[in-house]
Structure formats: C-alpha cells, structure tokens
C-alpha cells in the first residue's frame, strides 16, 4: 500500500528495486564524474531545464519565459527530445511539422514563437551539433528535459521541482518518481519550486529552502502558474477569463495534472466538466465523439477550453469537428516568480545566454 510522504505518494514496498535502481544510476553519474563518460561542451551557451522526477513539473512554460526572455536579444535554440513522435533522430520543425512528427510540445512552441528555431533529436549532443551547422547560427541554446542527459555539459543548469512533489519528500523509482538520488540536485545552479500557491508565506519560502538542504552557490527560486485570456481555435479575438461567468464550459485535458486548470475554470465559469484523457494522449475519432457528444448536452452559451499542448496534438488531425473547432478556446499559461524574484532571475539568465 502506498503511503504519502508529506504531499507525496510513496511505495516503501518497492525501495529494495529503489536501491537498485540508485545504484545503476549512481554508477553512470560518476563515470561522468570521473571523466570515463565523456561531457563535451560546445562554444554557444547552452541551458538546460529539467528535473529529477517523471512527470510535470511546468518545464514547457519555464522554457517559454525562457525564450520570451532572450528571443530580442540572440538567436534562440530549443532542443528537445520530442517525445512520444513517430520519427527518429534529428528533426528541424517547419511549416510542415506535426505533433507526430516532432512532438506536441515542441510543435506548441514552434507555432507560438516562429522567430526561434525548435529541432528534436533524442542525442542532445548530436542534436546540437546539427544546430550549429544552421544558418543563421544560435547565438543560445535551451535543452527540453535534458537534466540527465550528461553527456552535454552545459553552462547553466536549471531544476524544477514541483511544490506539491518536492524531490526532497521523493522517492527513486519504483518506489518513488525520482529518476535518480536527490543527490543530482548538486548539478543544479538554479533551481525553481513551480506551481507555488501564489499567496504563498515567507515563513513556508524558508522552510522549503531549509528543507531542499541546497549549496550556496546554488540560487534557489519560487514561482507560481499565471493564466493568460483564452485564445479562439478557429482565430478572432482573446476572450478574458472573467467573460466566462455565465458560460458552460467542457475541458478537454490530456496532460499530467490537469487540477489546477479545472480549478481555475471553475472560479470563473458557470459550470465545468472535465474530459481527462493521458498525458501526451493521441486523440482518436472515437474520442472526438465522444468530445462532441458531450460538447452536445452542455447549456448555452457553452466553450470547449483545451490546453495548448492538447491543442497541438489535435491540430492537423482532421479531427476536430467543425462545432467543436468554432466553440473551441486553448488557456495559455505563463509562469511569475514570487517574492520580487523575477527581475533577479531574468539578471541571472541574461548574464549567462547573452555572453
């Protein structure tokens, strides 16, 4: 039976497979360590966000505010893996690129920044080194989930832990969701708890830094999850959240937690039900009517609000039915750092990716 672990879900049952596992990754990080796996660093800066545990910690938007951060400045890079595409290697997005073919996230990204070049390529280190035989050259680099990817060294390392999962109350798989010891904090050189309450105490910012036990060389950050006036599907204008006080609203989720969104819905809308779907889910056309029958039972006025990366998936499928697409919304969201810390993170990142 699992027990929690502060907000966490644990299974002591399976540490002795833990400990195994730890040992397994334990030994890799110190061949890098000792130099017997090789970490090669390349002459562009290179930033790396991701974290210690399986699942949604907010790396997307982190990269966005990223992106949007530096964009003005240099040529900006993003290199994911592309998970859960249909293609192997290397692969530049374009105008024709799809969620099959390079991943729903980084298609999200290619079509909200079409200034930034967005590639996916499962070897970091190979992926890079396509991207700097582009033209024009990346003047900065951001790797996707590229934490344990070490034979990359970059230059600046960012870990995301979840406030509702801290690593430090984590467990290594099985047992927990880590995907190494929270002794691979130590690469970090910032690191940020996402997903804060926004009213958040001062007291609770120093006990979860007590607790987190980092460096002082390490800086440590706190941000929370900001909500963005809904965007139309079919094009037209944004409409505000609070515009949705008397509408009937359907949720289409197919991300890790779709909680917080629901909720924030539900403080503004006259009524919510939600279709939850997996993480990364592929939408079928027995889904879709599924979607649409529901859609079909909800009062006016009524919206169907998705998520941009579930609005990415379904983009270019052909499955949206035309109903759907013309009462169809996405929620974009933005991250917002806590305690007056924004304009010192954006310092830190700009000392570094400007170089």
């Given at each position: 039976?699992?027990?929690a672990?502060?907000?966490v879900?644990?299974?002591?049952?399976?540490?002795?497979?833990?400990?195994?596992?730890s040992?397994?990754?334990?030994?890799?990080?110190l061949?890098?360590d000792w130099?017997?796996?090789?970490?090669?660093?390349?002459?562009?800066?290179?930033?790396?966000?991701?974290?210690l545990?399986?699942?949604g910690?907010?790396?997307t938007?982190?990269?966005?505010?990223?992106?949007?951060?530096?964009?003005?400045?240099?040529?900006?890079a993003?290199?994911?893996?592309?998970?859960?595409?249909?293609?192997?290697?290397?692969?530049?997005?374009?105008?024709?690129s799809?969620?099959?073919?390079?991943?729903?996230?980084?298609?999200?990204m290619h079509?909200k920044?079409?200034?930034?070049?967005?590639?996916?390529d499962?070897?970091?280190?190979h992926?890079?080194?396509?991207?700097?035989?582009q033209e024009?050259?990346?003047?900065?680099?951001?790797?996707d989930d590229a934490?344990?990817?070490?034979?990359?060294?970059?230059?600046?390392?960012?870990?995301l832990?979840d406030?509702?999962?801290?690593?430090?109350?984590?467990?290594?798989?099985?047992?927990?969701?880590?995907?190494?010891?929270?002794?691979g904090?130590?690469?970090?050189d910032i690191?940020?708890?996402?997903?804060?309450?926004p009213?958040m105490?001062e007291?609770?910012?120093?006990?979860?830094?007590?607790?987190?036990t980092?460096?002082?060389?390490?800086h440590?950050?706190?941000?929370?999850i900001?909500?963005a006036?809904?965007?139309?599907?079919?094009g037209g204008?944004?409409l505000?959240?609070?515009?949705?006080?008397?509408?009937h609203?359907?949720?289409?989720?197919?991300?890790a937690?779709?909680?917080?969104?629901e909720?924030?819905?539900?403080?503004?809308a006259?009524?919510?039900r939600?279709?939850?779907f997996?993480?990364?889910?592929?939408?079928?056309?027995?889904?879709?009517?599924?979607?649409?029958?529901?859609?079909?039972?909800?009062a006016e006025?009524?919206l169907?609000?998705?998520?941009?990366?579930?609005a990415?998936?379904?983009?270019?499928?052909?499955?949206l039915?035309?109903?759907?697409?013309?009462?169809?919304?996405?929620?974009?969201?933005?991250i917002?750092?806590?305690?007056?810390?924004g304009?010192?993170?954006?310092?830190?990142?700009?000392n570094?990716g400007?170089?």
């Open positions: 039976m699992p027990m672990s502060g907000d879900k644990t299974y002591p049952a399976l540490l002795p497979l833990s400990w195994l596992y040992l397994v990754t334990r030994g890799r990080n061949l890098f130099g017997v796996l090789e970490e090669r660093q390349f002459d562009v800066p290179v930033i790396t966000v991701g974290n545990t399986v699942g910690t907010g790396k938007p982190h990269v966005e505010h990223l992106v949007r951060l530096l964009r003005g400045e240099t040529r900006v993003v290199l994911s893996r592309g998970y859960r595409r249909q293609t192997k290697g290397f692969v530049l997005a374009d105008a024709g799809t969620a099959a073919t390079i991943g729903d996230e980084p298609l999200q079509r920044f079409g200034d930034i070049t967005v590639a996916v499962a070897d970091r280190r992926g890079i080194e396509q991207l700097l035989q024009p050259r990346p003047g900065v680099i951001l790797l934490y344990q990817h070490r034979y990359v060294k970059a230059g600046l390392n960012i870990l832990t406030y509702h999962r801290l690593f430090s109350r984590d467990l290594v798989l099985p047992a927990g969701r880590l995907r190494e010891p929270r002794s904090k130590c690469r970090a690191v940020v708890v996402t997903k804060c309450p009213t105490s007291a609770e910012r120093q006990a979860i830094a007590s607790e987190l980092l460096e002082t060389r390490q440590l950050y706190f941000s929370c900001d909500y006036p809904l965007e139309p599907l079919a204008p944004a505000p959240l609070e515009a949705l006080r008397r509408h609203v359907l949720l289409l989720s197919g991300i937690n779709p909680t917080p969104l909720n924030t819905l539900k403080v503004h006259g009524e919510v939600t279709m939850q997996a993480d990364h889910h592929t939408f079928s056309a027995s889904d879709m009517e599924r979607v649409a029958d529901a859609f079909g039972t909800l006025p009524r169907l609000v998705t998520t941009e990366k579930d990415a998936r379904l983009e270019g499928t052909g499955l039915p035309p109903t759907l697409r013309e009462h169809g919304y996405t929620l974009p969201i933005r917002r750092f806590l305690f007056g810390q304009e010192t993170f954006d310092e830190e990142i700009k570094y400007l170089v």
